[in-house]
Structures are given as structure tokens and as C-alpha cells.
């Protein structure tokens, strides 16, 4: 396209408005109030959301520690931030269908000193606190590039407004900006739309193990006073997630009628029909969760993927013209579920280093580089690298990560040595018995599971009812923000490999595989990958399930990106203030 593109000047850009790039931002500000520099074109954050907290979902417990370092008198702030209560009480279980073992809270999982907090809530009063810094924070405005020179970050472009889903311009069209910045720090949490671009493009995860991820599913619901006290914390492992599958779950007492319920399953489980809003559902009606939630109501949904791969799995977080911040570096301890802090410190480390190219007037690798040394030198790496090789061993099962990530913990994180290493997500996806067989004789898996759990309307909803209570909106006419490559594999080689994981790994009930009409027999067209199996198929010619996608459901989570088995998901910004309303999660 040739539109004419407004051009803002930034001297630093900070890419999402979550807990990394506002923490980093409001440090820039302090380090630039304190060391007397005059900036040419001020901090400038982007965000997707319509509103800054409408994206962020989170358990969420906060270690205070990154905070405290940025505003050491946060608790005399006014308004102090948004804390529901100090974790009180904590227990850990492990869940049998209908039973329960107390299990000894293992010390990552330890939460003395902690707060309870809505994230949505605690990044609203950070961007409240940025913009008091005199900090440009445009929310509703999408990057959807990256701009560059050469090798060098140089900015993003924002997203397009008004483009119809037929690619053409509509009467409201405006072109993006392009927003040109000395420095910019991406910071897009989980599994980052533009990071993965340039994670890709400059080959940062050269040498490094896959990141892998897991799906969070959350709701937050209205329940009778009495059934968990502010501040009391549950987490569960077991039930319903099977001995191949990392996973388990928490209970946060928010205030004394609020309790934030959340299940988290790994993306690297080999069942393709493993379905994380079902296991949250499921998990739902174990005695121990029913007790609590019976007869209260359902407020608020959301779900989000989650970086688990640790030290090992972050790609080099510096290059020529910017940095990368918080989860889309994958900076989150797994062995405690926590990534607030890491991203808030990381965000700070790379303000430092922001300031440093500033006033050398260098935003090459030479000066970014300087942050993987204050990386290396702070707490932040001490924490991650003592529980570097934590998530792996659970890819040989639950008994063997439980035993490893114990060792780990008795030897401060001596055991075990080394670097182990990990399998990608979607590789460890297992084919469905006869996979080949059946693509031959094209015939789909008819056994599936529905793919949407039954609700009650009581305790369990179904994934539909689930998007509503998420506050998820889109505009209907723009193109699908969820890009197939080629939907051919889709249509053939998924449905007979795979029998079409994503209508069950999708929490927002995106896509669904509708049953073509019966064809008359004969025909047999080629297979998308041009397989001879598949172009001796003679049983019909019409694909037997055609895909849909229903972008507006979508809450954001970037599942499909991660665990469709071909890769050939993208997950793209849609127009700006798009997607979830997260308040009070
Ligand atoms: C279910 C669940 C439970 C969790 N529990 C805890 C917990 O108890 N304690 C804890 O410490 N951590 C927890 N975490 C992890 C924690 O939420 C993250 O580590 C933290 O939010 C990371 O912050 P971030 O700023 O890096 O990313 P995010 O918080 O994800 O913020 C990124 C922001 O960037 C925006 N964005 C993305 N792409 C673009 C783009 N291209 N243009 C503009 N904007 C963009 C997004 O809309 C979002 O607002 C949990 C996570 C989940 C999913």
C-alpha cells in the first residue's frame, strides 16, 4: 500500500503496555529526572488493548521485590496499589477424582510476604503512575510491524484501521503510524506477535532450547462469604491431568466474596485432543473447588499462555536499535508460576540500558548488549538459573519432574547439573493411532470428543459462555487476524494425522471443523502436501470437515501460534482495542 503514513519521533519505545514495559518505562523516567538529560522526543508505551489491564490476565500473586525497588514508598502512594490482601494462608494437594493428599508446600511454591492482586487492576495504576511521568501511553494502537534498517529495530508501524474482511479500504480507513525510535524494548508478553518475527529474522534463539508454553484458563468468581478467606492460597496438582501432562492449578482468596480460580496445562502434552478449558471445567467439580464455589457466580473469564521454559529457553535479549522484556523474553520462574516481578525487573534493567545508548548516542549491539551483563549480575538471573533445568524433566513424565525439581530444590538448584534439554510444543504432538492409514483411506477419527464441553450452567460453562463472561469484542468486518498459511493441511492432512487439535486446544471456541455434506464417492483429489498416500485416496473427493474461524471470539492467548502441529497458525494484531475486557482479573 502507498498510503501516506504519519511519522511520530520516540526517543524510547516501549512495545505493550503489560507490567515489563511500564515498569521499564516509569524507571526511564526516574533515570532521566535524576540524571538531568533532555530528551528530544519522550518515552512513548503502545498498546493493543482499547484500555491499558484490558489484556492482562494473571493468577496473580506479586512478589513485591521489583516494585519495591521501583517505588520504594509504594505503600504510602496515593492510591496505593491495588492489592486484594497479603497472602495468609497456603496448602498444596494432590487431587485423585474426588480425593485429596496434603502434600508439603514445595519452597518455590511459598508465598509468605506476597499480595494477592488483580493484574488487570495493578497495571491500570502503573499506567496511571507512567503517564504522571509525563510517559505517552497510546492505548487502542496495535505494532504490527517492525520497522528497520538493515539489521537494526528503528520502530513499529501501529496497525491499520478500517480495512474491511475483504482486504479494502473502508470510508473510515486510517493508515497506521509509524513510530521511529532510537531505542525500542519490546515487551508483548506471551509469545509476542512481532518477537517472533524477530527472534526469527536476527536467529536470537540460536543456540538456545525451544520455548515452550502452557495454556492458563481463569475465572473469577462471586462466592458466599466464608468459603475462602482473603489471602488464602491453594494449589493443586493430580486430577484431571494425566501422569504425561505438566499442569495443576490455583485458588486465590481475593477479598472475603472473590476467589480467582485458574488452571494451567502445558502445550508440549503428546494427547491432541487435550483441551485446557475442559480439564479447568472438569477440575471444577472436584469436591475441594465445589466447596468453595458452589452457589456463588461466575463474574469473569480469560485465558493466556504462559512461557515455561526457563533460563535456557530465552533467546538473547539484545540486539542492534532495542531489547526484550518480561514474558516475551520468557522471563517466568515456573517452579513458583511467577513472572510479575521478572518482568518488571527486566523492564528496569533495560530502561539502564536505554539510558546508556541515549547519552552515548548509540543504540547499536555495542551499548544494548550492556544488558545482558546487568541481566547476569542481578537477582533475577540468580533466581531463574537456579531453577534452569526445573521444567524440563517433566517432558519424561510427572514422577520424574516431581523427583528432579525436588533434587533441585534440596541442592539449591545444584542438581540437576548441566543443561538439559527440551522438546518444542507442537513436535511432542502425538499422531492418532493408524494416523497414515487413515489418511490414505481418507477416513476422519469419528470418536472425538465434542469439542466443547456441556455446561450446567452452575458450575461448569461451556467455552461459549466462557468468551461472553471474557467481555470479548472485535470488529466483524476486518480481516481474520489468525492467518492459516494453507488451509489444505487443515482440511486433509490434520484432519486424519491429528483429527484437528485446534477445536480443543482453542480456549474461545475460534475454530471449529464443520462436517462437509456427504459427496458421492469417487474422485480423490491430492493431498496439501502432495503425499502419495493421500493421492490414492478414492474414498471421496470433498474434505470431510472444512475449517472455520470465528476471530471475534478471540481472547488474545496465542495457543493456536503455539501448538497447532504444522506451524501454520499466525497470529497477527487485529485493529486496535480489539479483544478481551480483562477488568478485575
Ligand atoms: C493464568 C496465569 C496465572 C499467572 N499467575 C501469576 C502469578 O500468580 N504471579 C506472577 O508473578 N505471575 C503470574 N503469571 C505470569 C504473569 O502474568 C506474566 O509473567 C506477566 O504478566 C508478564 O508481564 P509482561 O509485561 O511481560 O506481559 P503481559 O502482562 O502479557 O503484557 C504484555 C502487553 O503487551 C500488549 N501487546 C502485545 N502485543 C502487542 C503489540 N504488538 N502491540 C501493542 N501491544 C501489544 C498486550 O496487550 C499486553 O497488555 C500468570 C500468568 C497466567 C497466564
Not at 50 to 67: T, W, Y
Not at 271 to 300: A, C, M, N, T, Y
Not at 460 to 482: A, G
Amino acid at each position: 500500500m502507498t498510503e501516506e503514513r504519519e511519522t511520530l519521533e520516540a526517543d524510547v519505545l516501549f512495545v505493550g503496555g503489560g507490567p515489563a514495559c511500564l515498569a521499564g518505562a516509569i524507571r526511564l523516567a526516574q533515570l532521566v529526572k535524576d540524571n538531568g538529560i533532555e530528551l528530544e522526543d519522550g518515552i512513548f508505551v503502545v498498546e493493543k488493548a482499547a484500555e491499558v489491564g484490558n489484556h492482562q490476565l494473571s493468577g496473580a500473586i506479586l512478589d513485591p521485590r521489583a516494585l519495591t525497588e521501583l517505588l520504594p514508598d509504594w505503600e504510602k502512594l496515593d492510591p496505593p496499589p491495588p492489592f486484594e490482601a497479603d497472602v495468609a494462608g497456603e496448602r498444596m494437594y494432590y487431587l485423585t477424582q474426588g480425593g485429596k493428599i496434603r502434600m508439603p508446600l514445595p519452597p518455590p511454591m511459598q508465598n509468605h510476604g506476597n499480595k494477592v492482586t488483580s493484574l488487570n487492576k495493578l497495571t491500570k495504576w502503573l499506567g496511571e503512575i507512567a503517564e504522571k511521568n509525563e510517559i505517552e501511553v497510546l492505548a487502542g494502537f496495535p505494532a504490527a510491524e517492525i520497522l528497520w534498517d538493515g539489521t537494526r529495530v528503528v520502530g513499529v508501524q501501529t496497525g491499520d484501521q478500517g480495512i474491511g474482511h475483504d482486504g479494502k479500504n473502508k470510508a473510515n480507513f486510517e493508515p497506521g503510524t509509524n513510530i521511529k525510535a532510537k531505542v525500542t524494548i519490546f515487551g508483548e508478553g506471551s509469545r509476542g506477535s512481532l518477537t517472533k518475527k524477530l527472534v526469527a529474522k536476527l536467529g536470537l534463539d540460536a543456540g538456545c532450547n525451544p520455548q515452550i508454553y502452557s495454556t492458563g484458563v481463569k475465572e473469577v468468581w462471586e462466592v458466599p462469604e466464608g468459603r475462602i478467606a482473603p489471602g488464602d492460597v491453594i494449589h493443586t496438582a493430580g486430577w484431571p491431568i494425566d501422569w504425561e501432562t505438566f499442569g495443576g492449578s490455583f485458588i486465590y482468596g481475593m477479598d472475603k466474596n472473590h476467589v480467582s480460580l485458574g488452571f494451567v496445562v502445558s502445550l508440549d502434552a503428546p494427547d491432541p485432543f487435550l483441551d485446557p478449558h475442559r480439564k479447568f471445567q472438569e477440575w471444577k467439580s472436584h469436591p475441594l473447588v465445589k466447596g468453595i464455589i458452589e452457589g456463588g457466580k461466575l463474574v469473569r473469564y480469560g485465558a493466556k499462555t504462559i512461557p515455561e521454559g526457563g533460563w535456557y529457553s530465552i533467546p538473547r535479549p539484545w540486539f542492534d536499535g532495542g531489547m526484550l522484556v518480561g514474558d516475551s523474553a520468557g522471563f517466568l520462574n515456573m517452579s513458583r508460576l511467577k513472572g510479575i516481578h521478572l518482568a518488571m525487573k527486566s523492564g528496569m534493567l533495560a530502561a539502564e540500558t536505554a539510558i546508556e545508548a541515549l547519552e552515548k548516542k548509540d543504540p547499536s549491539a555495542k551499548v544494548t548488549e550492556g544488558y545482558q551483563r546487568r541481566l547476569d549480575e542481578s537477582w533475577l538471573k540468580k533466581e531463574l538459573y537456579r531453577v534452569r533445568n526445573f521444567r524440563q524433566p517433566f517432558q519424561r513424565g510427572f514422577l520424574t519432574g516431581a523427583f528432579f525439581a525436588g533434587l533441585g530444590t534440596v541442592t539449591f538448584g545444584l542438581l540437576p547439573w548441566g543443561r538439559w534439554t527440551l522438546e518444542s510444543d507442537h513436535e511432542r504432538m502425538r499422531k492418532l493411532p493408524d494416523a497414515e492409514r487413515r489418511l490414505a483411506a481418507r477416513e476422519p477419527d469419528e470418536s472425538q470428543p465434542e469439542m466443547s464441553i456441556k455446561g450446567d450452567g452452575t458450575l461448569i460453562y461451556d467455552k461459549l459462555t466462557d468468551v461472553y463472561n471474557s467481555e470479548t469484542n472485535h470488529e466483524e468486518d476486518q480481516p481474520c487476524h489468525l492467518v492459516v498459511a494453507d488451509t489444505d493441511v487443515c482440511h486433509n492432512r490434520c484432519t486424519y494425522e491429528y483429527g484437528n487439535p485446534c477445536q480443543y486446544f482453542c480456549p474461545a471456541n475460534v475454530y471449529e471443523m464443520l462436517k462437509a455434506e456427504a459427496e458421492p464417492a469417487g474422485g480423490g483429489d491430492e493431498a496439501a502436501d502432495g503425499s502419495a498416500a493421500a493421492a490414492t485416496a478414492t474414498a471421496t473427493s470433498a474434505p470431510p470437515r472444512t475449517l472455520k474461524i470465528n476471530f471475534s471470539n478471540c481472547v488474545h492467548c496465542k495457543t493456536c501460534d503455539i501448538r497447532d502441529p504444522y506451524q501454520i497458525i499466525t497470529w497477527v494484531t487485529p485493529e486496535g482495542g480489539g479483544g478481551p475486557n480483562y477488568t478485575g482479573l
